[in-house]
């Protein structure tokens, strides 16, 4: 990743913080990993390579409680809409970073200052919907992402919290995950799931 783009997304937040939206926000997709970091501290966990696009999720859109023209916020920044959809989508894209807004998926909010789904939420749900990635490649980044942050947790003393969220999943999502797990030879995160 270019330091730019970091720099860029970090501008994109602030500027989205400080207009009051990004408390009603949740990052989702591959920038995940990157804010991970934090989360795992001094553990072996290494952030998988994120993509040119940044999606945000919008859980709530009709609560969001600041109006804001995103558009025009981030347009001094070389920001152009590069599509609009019904129901408040919005795609706003740059030479080094796409920034997508996405609705109406439920989630929960946070006071933190970026929300981001739970390491083994994240994984999790990447193992259970990569059989509907559009190319090999994207496919084997998540894949490799999900056991990162999979990894990690186990290294971080939180298998317990993979467990947890695996057992409230439907049995037929269960048995998806431990076919993704097992394609991997990933023994010791398939011992947690037994």
Known sequence: MEKSQYELCAEVLRRLDKAGVLRDIIIVGSWCTLFYRKFFGRTSYMVSLVTRDMDLLIP?????????????????????????????????????????FLVPERGRGSDKPYALPHPANFALHKLLVLARRPTPEKQMKDKEAALRVLSALIDKGQGNLITDVFHTMPRKWQAMVKRQLTDAVEEPILDLLR
């Open 60 to 100: 709530r859109p009709s609560a969001m409680r600041a109006k804001t023209d995103v558009a025009e916020l981030l347009k001094d920044l070389g920001f152009v809409v590069g599509f609009t959809g019904s129901k408040g989508f919005i795609r706003l894209q740059h030479p080094q970073l796409i920034v997508e």
